[in-house]
């Protein structure tokens, strides 16, 4: 597992482990309440468990890609891509000559350097990833 931004797969294993089906459920006014051992119940909307551990993946992976620091940004490795929420562009990582990290658009004649402006932002790739 790299250091802060785990990989689906890591993300999926990490929240079965903090969830799991509480001997399934209950007949209780005339429908089935399922059960988590998180203590979640599956509400009238008719969400089963299945509804309630993909919406955990999804929260767990957008968090777990959540960058809040210029640090962050600054120790990802060249090649990642990421998301601003400011002006929801993309950006990919390279680095100068110096080491210093550079920011590019698609399309964009002209790298930035890590800048406040950046952040918040969430990862969407990290050249680990492509690695099994
Ligand atoms: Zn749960």
Known sequence: MSAEFPTLAET??????????????????????????CGWRSTFEHR?????????????????????????????????????ASDEEVNRRTSKRDGRAEWWTP????????TEHLVPALLLWHPRWSKP
């Open 12 to 37: 999926v294993i990490a929240t079965n482990r903090k969830h799991g089906f509480n001997g399934g459920g209950e007949h209780m006014f005339g429908r089935y309440v399922e059960h988590c051992m």
């Open 48 to 84: 089963t468990y299945d509804d309630h551990i993909a919406a955990a993946v999804e929260s767990a992976w957008h968090a777990g890609r959540t960058i809040t620091s210029t640090d962050q940004l600054d120790a990802l490795p060249d090649g990642s891509v990421i998301l601003c």
């Open 107 to 114: 399309g964009s004649d002209q790298g930035v350097p890590t």
